[in-house]
Nanobody, 114 residues
Framework: VQLQASGGGLVQAGGSLRLSCAAS????????MGWYRQAPGKQRELVAR???????NYADSVKGRFAISRDNAKNTVYLQMNSLKPEDTAVYYC?????????WGQGTLVTVSS
């Protein structure tokens, strides 16, 4: 498995979750890594990315609420999600940025109830 995301679940609006993604070294090392999400009926979108040196960028919809980080020794990327909203409900995936197209894992489902 090249990308294994975990940590999703059901949470009430305003709550928090922390997602983790273990990646293969081939995908992780030296690359921008990102968290993507796909809500029902919508296209997959990039919500956060982080460079190998720790530079981060966020989609406007999550800025100030989500924080991406990485542990280069463990080939793992994290997404701390705070102040969750029902519109954050989606399957969350990690991948390189730009993505390795044949490496998408199953993702992890985040459901935010109102």
């Amino acid at each position: 498995v090249q990308l294994q995301a975990s940590g999703g679940g059901l949470v009430q609006a305003g709550g928090s979750l922390r997602l983790s993604c273990a990646a293969s070294g081939t995908i992780f090392s030296g690359n921008y890594m990102g968290w993507y999400r796909q809500a029902p009926g919508k296209q997959r979108e990039l919500v956060a990315r982080i460079s190998s040196g720790g530079i981060t960028n966020y989609a406007d919809s999550v800025k100030g609420r989500f924080a991406i980080s990485r542990d280069n020794a463990k080939n793992t990327v994290y997404l701390q999600m705070n102040s969750l909203k029902p519109e954050d409900t989606a399957v969350y995936y990690c991948n390189a940025v730009p993505p390795v197209l044949d490496a998408w894992g199953q993702g992890t489902l985040v459901t935010v109830s109102s």
